[in-house]
T-cell receptor, first 116, second 109 residues
Framework: GAVVSQHPSRVICKSGTSVKIECRSL??????MFWYRQFPKQSLMLMAT?????????EQGVEKDKFLINHASLTLSTLTVTSAHPEDSSFYIC????????????FGQGTRLTVV | LAKTTQPISMDSYEGQEVNITCSHN???????ITWYQQFPSQGPRFIIQ???TKVTNEVASLFIPADRKSSTLSLPRVSLSDTAVYYC??????????FGTGTRLLVSP
């Protein structure tokens, strides 16, 4: 099946710094990628929808200036958490769809962000 | 976007069949029903997808009645490694995936 690779899998950063998370579709072209955040024992919460070559669409309550999304190619989307704070500590997951598979979405392994 | 409702948790024992039912009363004509499995600290993994009637693959079966307002994921002979959270989603091609609460399945020896 299609593979989505997310990097890094785990990152610890100091409060006030920025962290970039990459999401790559390895064997298909992803016209659309989604970014989720998941707190412990909770479900995935959609943060934004990223379309190649255009601005991301953010869900209500998600600060676009804090969570910068770039989808510069059909195989790569990045999420940058700017000026991270401890409350941004969470599990971030990307997913991708497109190519020859219409409805099935493929998820990355997730990134555990810890802000200290 | 159709909202889904599923039990918060279920318990089972090794070797038993587990059926998890999901309600999606407002499903639209173009919507598919997809189930995902998630282990702790991992991204969700696709299990099965269907539109109507019954779909079966190597890991599960999906039963969808004619009105499509609900669906049932059936896991035959579960093992300890099937302990996970199972999400039922209703999605249309190209539309964003919105996750509900999921069902936390615990399989005991």
């Amino acid at each position: 099946g299609a593979v989505v690779s997310q990097h890094p899998s785990r990152v610890i950063c100091k409060s006030g710094t920025s962290v970039k998370i990459e999401c790559r579709s390895l064997d298909f072209q992803a016209t659309t990628m989604f970014w989720y955040r998941q707190f412990p024992k909770q479900s995935l919460m959609l943060m934004a929808t990223s379309n190649e070559g255009s601005k991301a669409t953010y869900e209500q309550g998600v600060e676009k200036d804090k969570f910068l999304i770039n989808h510069a190619s059909l195989t790569l989307s990045t999420l940058t958490v700017t000026s991270a704070h401890p409350e941004d500590s969470s599990f971030y997951i990307c997913s991708a769809s497109g190519g020859f598979l219409n409805t099935e979405a493929f998820f990355g392994q997730g990134t555990r962000l810890t802000v200290v | 976007l159709a909202k889904t409702t599923q039990p918060i948790s279920m318990d089972s024992y090794e070797g038993q069949e587990v059926n998890i039912t999901c309600s999606h009363n407002n499903i639209a004509t173009n919507d598919y029903i997809t189930w995902y499995q998630q282990f702790p600290s991992q991204g969700p993994r696709f299990i099965i997808q269907g539109y109507k009637t019954k779909v079966t693959n190597e890991v599960a079966s999906l039963f969808i009645p004619a009105d499509r307002k609900s669906s049932t994921l059936s896991l035959p002979r579960v093992s300890l490694s099937d302990t996970a959270v199972y999400y039922c989603l209703v999605d249309s091609p190209g539309q964003k995936l919105v996750f509900g609460t999921g069902t936390r399945l615990l399989v005991s020896p």
